[in-house]
């Protein structure tokens, strides 16, 4: 019952452990999956930050390009939108006054720009190209050239005039006043022409409109460009001089003869004319006569000099080459100017440019064009009383190969990238570049897309890799140690049953030699045949009281690796009649018989103790396990068979299972519980067996006897 307990007590700890081995294994192994999922969520994140990072960058450039192109374009001078214009300083020679070519003139495109034009404050549409061909030459590129200048006239006239005549009523010269010409009122009349378009015209815009404004439904992000719509560009007012505003515009029309005669007249007077009046009567004739002189040309006479409005008063502001610039800061109160500064004033033109404004105008390619319509940008000009509008056409088809380019320098490795008006399904990140008036949408695309997957699929592999090592190694180990438990535990039970057996086979002879003994010593035995057959009893528990010591000692050896072996050349017949001789009275007082079938055996080399202790131990197990046999007939047989020594001993009990015919030569085995065992022993003649035969580098095993019974063979190398 105590071994019982213990064996209890010991697989209720390793339950116990195992329990929380495994418990911990599976916690770890949680931690370990959310870990992983944590760490491909952060390589997700990484990617995502870069390709974000790389939609910044493409963003910052293109927003450099557009400001520089844009501040290029607001610094322009006035005067570019016409074919000459007379540089400055320019001092009339021969009656002549030197003009230069626009740089506009001769193309159709410059940069984003595409187009430029100017519309007069009478509504008419005016372009440096205009003529080119009988100005430059008719060649093939400047007939084509021409075709392209007079289709981007009809495009204005046709789609952008409607537009700005919807800005209000009245001439387009009260249009483009100050107040009516400003983005509000530019972005009214954008939205009022697209309502009196075609409703398939409203239909195509608005559905482009919307397409590209709603909002990403991926992974992306809004990146404003403020280069076409920057409120801090400032109005120019600047001021020219009137002789070179009037030769400004004198060389870019077709006089008459009179005017001719005029103009030469004109020329004339400058020309001869003293650079300082010395008096202020000349000068003022000299004025009066240059006022009347652009009546006749112009059919009306020069407003005074409007005073600048309030609300643009500020630093002074940039010019141009061509122009002198006046500073507006400390304007002084007109009723405390000098005569000589209105004097001044009345010789000087002011020139008023506002910042460009981007107008989209939609026209029937709408739904092909990236904002939903034509995207024009004009800027308002005021020279005195006179009004124009200057502008171009964004080109859209250069914005988009700008854009490209640089996507593709800031690109990084494994990715690509698309423009469209929409996102992509395949797209990484989707970047929305707004530039207020449209958007334009910057797709990246991975490369690889199962790159991704591969990393987080070759970490995982890793991962359960190890878990599974580790799970096997704990497994492993669990099932050492429970396999260790239950071999202690049935050691410890050998080990009980030993001492179980051990003391019983030690009380029972012991117990009967201190009876004999008694008996003699008291003289209750008178007879001579009884003292004779109780003094043999006692030879005889004796013998058998020391072949059980001799046993426990010898095995004690065996473990402890102290036994040692005497081998001695000898005849092993003769060995193992006398074992059988002394076993004979044994076996007889049990009923059995004790027969030899020795075959002749040369000399051989063995150790006669373990040879007499192994026949000795055959036969005393066939004694205690046939004793309810019918034939008590035990046999000894020897013999010689491939260079081995062969010792035979033959009972006919009930035999040995063959699921038991390994585990009777274990220490301390026995068939049955001790408790309920009817055979005596200890569990180790066997077992010792096993050992001497394999210290003769030979081997035992268990046949089937006929009818019944159990041969047990010994075979012992020959050492002649």
């Not at 187009?115 to 440096?128: L, Y």
């Not at 060995?575 to 040369?602: N, R």
């Not at 004793?627 to 000894?636: G, P």
Request: contains cysteine; aromatic residues 8%.
């Amino acid at each position: 019952m105590n071994t019982t307990w213990c064996e209890n007590k010991m697989y209720r700890r390793l339950i116990i452990l195992s329990v929380i081995i495994i418990s911990a294994l599976c916690g770890l192994t949680w931690l370990g999956q959310h870990a992983l999922r944590k760490w491909a969520q952060g390589l997700e994140g990484v990617r995502l930050a870069e390709f974000a990072a790389v939609a910044e960058e493409i963003k910052r450039d293109v927003k450099r390009k557009l400001d520089e192109f844009m501040q290029t374009e607001q610094n322009r001078p006035y005067t570019d939108y016409q074919y000459y214009h007379v540089p400055r300083d320019a001092t009339p020679t021969n009656r002549q006054v030197p003009v230069m070519r626009s740089p506009l003139a001769g193309r159709i495109d410059n940069e984003l720009a595409w187009g430029n034009f100017q519309i007069e404050p009478d509504g008419k549409v005016t372009t440096v190209n205009d003529d080119i061909v009988r100005k430059e030459g008719p060649t093939e590129f400047n007939k084509q050239l021409q075709s392209l200048n007079v289709s981007n006239r009809r495009n204005i006239e046709q789609n952008l005039m409607p537009a700005l005549e919807a800005a209000g009523p009245g001439s387009i010269a009260v249009n483009l006043s100050l107040e009516t010409a400003s983005p509000a009122k530019l972005n009214a009349a954008a939205d009022q022409t697209a309502q009196n378009g075609s409703e398939e015209l409203q239909q195509s815009a608005q559905k482009k409109i919307a397409a590209r404004s709603a909002k990403s439904s991926g992974r992306g992000g809004r990146y404003y460009v403020e280069s076409f719509q920057d409120r801090d560009r400032k109005t120019q007012v600047i001021r020219q001089t009137r002789e070179q505003y009037l030769y400004d515009r004198l060389s870019n029309i077709a006089p008459s003869e009179e005017q001719t005669e005029l103009l030469s007249h004109a020329q004339a007077q400058v020309q001869s004319a003293p650079e300082e009046p010395e008096t202020r009567q000349e000068k003022n004739t000299a004025a009066e006569q240059r006022e009347v002189m652009m009546e006749r040309l112009f059919g009306s006479r020069p407003a005074e000099p409007a005073s600048v409005p309030r609300h643009v008063q500020g630093e002074e502001l940039p010019d141009s080459d061509s122009y002198e610039t006046r500073s507006l800061d400390r304007r002084e109160p007109e009723q405390a100017r000098s005569k000589a500064e209105q004097e001044q004033r009345a010789e000087t033109v002011q020139i008023r440019i506002e910042p460009f404004v981007p107008l989209v105008v939609p026209a029937k390619n709408a739904a092909e064009s990236i904002f939903a319509g034509q995207v024009f940008f004009l800027r308002h000009v005021q020279i005195e009383d006179r009004h124009l509008l200057q502008g171009f056409q964004l080109n859209e088809a250069r914005l988009v190969e700008e854009i490209k380019r640089s996507a593709a320098s800031s690109l990084r490795p494994g990715m690509d990238f698309e423009l469209s008006g929409t996102e992509n399904g395949r797209s990484a990140f989707t970047a929305v570049l707004d530039f207020g008036f449209g958007d334009l949408v910057l797709n990246l695309i991975e490369t690889d897309p199962q790159w991704l997957a591969r990393q987080i699929s070759h970490f995982g592999n890793w991962y359960f890799g190890i878990t599974a090592v580790v799970f096997l190694a704990v497994l492993l180990a669990l099932t050492a140690l429970w396999r260790s438990l239950r071999a202690q535990v049935r050691l410890a039970q050998k080990k009980d049953d030993f001492i179980s057996a051990v003391s019983h086979e030690l009380r029972t002879p012991l117990t009967s030699i201190r009876m004999y003994a008694e008996m003699l010593e008291k003289n209750w035995v008178r007879s001579e045949e009884k003292l004779a057959e109780y003094y043999k009893s006692m030879r005889q528990e004796s013998e058998r009281l020391s072949r059980l010591i001799e046993n426990v000692l010898d095995f004690s050896r065996i473990q402890r690796r102290t036994k040692k072996y005497t081998f001695t050349l000898g005849q092993i017949n003769q060995c193992i009649l006398d074992v059988v001789e002394m076993m004979q009275p044994y076996a007889a007082q049990h009923g059995f018989t004790i027969e030899t079938d020795l075959s002749p055996i040369a000399q051989a080399t063995f150790d006669r103790d373990a040879v007499t202790q192994i026949v000795v131990n055959l036969l005393d197990n066939a004694v205690k396990y046939a004793r309810d046999a019918q034939d008590k007939t035990i046999t000894v047989r020897t013999g010689v068979e491939a260079g081995l020594i062969l010792i035979e001993v033959e009972d006919h009990g009930p035999g040995v299972p063959h699921r038991q015919r390994k585990k009777v030569f274990e220490q301390f085995y026995r068939t049955g519980s001790e408790a309920t065992r009817e055979t005596n022993g200890t569990g180790l003649g066997l077992a010792l067996v096993k050992k001497f035969t394999e210290a003769h580098n030979g081997f035992v095993e268990i046949l089937s006897a006929k009818p019944t019974g159990a041969i047990f063979r010994i075979a012992l190398a020959s050492q002649n």
